[in-house]
């Protein structure tokens, strides 16, 4: 059974910068490619980034391009989701998703994704 569990979110200024982790147990973040999804209050979930199983290849979202960067660490079995230049739009709740059937593709779509994290509470404050 493939758990995935994040961290690292909170309460951080305009401007600021966070650092999310999930990590996973049960299989190895080398298998399969994982992506961050977001959810803010009365909105729909929102496709932030992805990184392939082998971590050679990253996708973003249009929202987050430029200040955020995903990561993995393969010896950790942890994925990572630096972000930067924080603005209040990015408050929401982070999830951590992992695609395991086509590893070395990139997924924009959260239908794609059998494993999720429970999430983690990213707040932006102005």
């Known amino acids: 059974q493939v758990q995935l569990v994040e961290s690292g979110g909170g309460l951080v200024q305009t401007g600021g910068s966070l650092r999310l982790s999930c990590a996973a147990s049960?299989?190895?973040?080398?298998?399969?490619?994982t992506g961050w999804f977001r959810q803010a209050p009365g909105k729909e979930p929102e496709f932030v980034a992805t990184?392939?199983?082998?971590?050679?290849?990253?996708f973003y979202g249009e929202s987050v391009k430029g200040r955020f960067m995903i990561s993995k660490d393969n010896a950790k079995n942890t994925v990572y989701l630096q972000m930067y230049s924080l603005k209040p739009e990015d408050t929401a709740v982070y999830y951590c998703?992992?695609?395991?059937?086509?590893?070395?593709?990139?997924?924009?779509?959260?239908?794609?994704?059998?494993?999720w994290g429970q999430g983690t509470q990213v707040t932006v404050s102005s």
């Open positions: 998703a992992g695609a395991p059937v086509f590893p070395h593709a990139l997924y924009d779509n959260r239908g794609t994704y059998e494993y």
């Open positions: 049960g299989r190895t973040v080398s298998s399969f490619a």
């Open positions: 990184i392939t199983a082998s971590g050679v290849r990253t």
